[in-house]
């Protein structure tokens, strides 16, 4: 079965770095947009950044634009967030997802990913 699995989440201080991972198995990875979702207590979950089926295009929210990079290696099936300059507003548990459809159009909307992984928290103090 398909298994989205992130890690690197942890406890930060503000401006600290952090690299989230997410490792995929039994889908063909290659064929499948990735994405990354965020959600803090008590609010929403909230679409943080996407990357295409190959490496040459990325999406991010507003509000992570020039901190935040996502990158994928298909040889490893893995997709990855490496997160600058945090801030305690980006405290939340962060959830990988894969996208089948792979268009930008559906990149930012949750209910086009077809996997999800099992969250990663991540918490940075002021």
């Known amino acids: 079965q398909v298994q989205l699995v992130e890690s690197g989440g942890g406890l930060v201080q503000a401006g600290d770095s952090l690299r989230l991972n997410c490792a995929a198995s039994?889908?063909?990875?290659?064929?499948?947009?990735m994405g990354w979702f965020r959600q803090a207590p008590g609010k929403e979950r909230e679409f943080v950044a996407a990357i295409g089926r190959t490496d040459d295009s990325t999406y991010y929210a507003d509000s992570v634009k020039g901190r935040f990079t996502c990158s994928r290696d298909n040889a490893k099936n893995t997709v990855y967030l490496q997160m600058n300059s945090l801030k305690p507003e980006d405290t939340s548990v962060y959830y990988c997802?894969?996208?089948?459809?792979?268009?930008?159009?559906?990149?930012?909307?949750?209910?086009?990913?077809?996997?999800w992984g099992q969250g990663t928290q991540v918490t940075v103090s002021s």
């Open positions: 997802a894969a996208q089948r459809v792979g268009l930008s159009l559906f990149y930012y909307t949750e209910r086009f990913y077809n996997y």
């Open positions: 039994g889908l063909t990875f290659s064929n499948y947009a």
